[in-house]
């Protein structure tokens, strides 16, 4: 086994778009900052809701809250934190970094009131298992 990885655990600063662009295309696909940004706006994402972890001081693992209002019945709606941009370069995978980030993330859920948070990802990826470690559970699924 290696040598434990030392990182840190913080919120998003102005100029980070240029290093999560990089991590998010090699995730999800080509992203640039300006999309990064416009989504971030769009969402109404804060940089208290975006959780990056860094070793060395690069840029190397992210996960995001984004509001959500999820619809729970007639007139009823559920706000939770809906987690997204989960991701982490790929030199820095299984060390640990983006289970301590959700962690984080989740726990802030709790300190502001949130009762739960939902993920919305695929089965067959091996990030799957971190959720349900975290306590995700599979309430619906399809395939395309």
């Known amino acids: 086994m ?3 990885i030392v990182y840190a655990i913080r919120n998003y600063l102005k100029g980070d778009e240029v290093a999560l662009s990089r991590i998010f295309s090699e ?3 080509p992203t640039t900052p300006r999309r990064l940004k416009e989504w971030y706006r769009s969402q109404d994402v804060r940089p208290e809701d975006v959780f990056v972890g860094t070793v060395d001081g690069k840029l190397v693992s992210c996960v995001e809250q984004v509001p ?6 007639e007139g009823v709606y559920l706000k939770t934190a809906g987690i997204s941009g989960v991701c982490t370069d790929s ?3 299984c060390k ?3 289970s301590n980030l959700m962690k984080t993330a989740l726990e802030k ?9 939902s993920l919305y990802t695929g089965l067959d990826i091996s990030a799957h298992r971190i959720y349900e470690r975290l306590g995700f559970v599979d309430v619906l699924t399809w395939r395309m």
């Open 2 to 4: 290696g040598k434990p």
């Open 27 to 29: 995730c999800f696909g």
């Open 68 to 73: 959500k209002r999820l619809h729970h019945g």
């Open 91 to 93: 030199d820095f995978r």
């Open 96 to 98: 640990g970094i983006v």
């Open 109 to 117: 859920n709790r300190q502001n009131g949130l009762s739960n948070a």
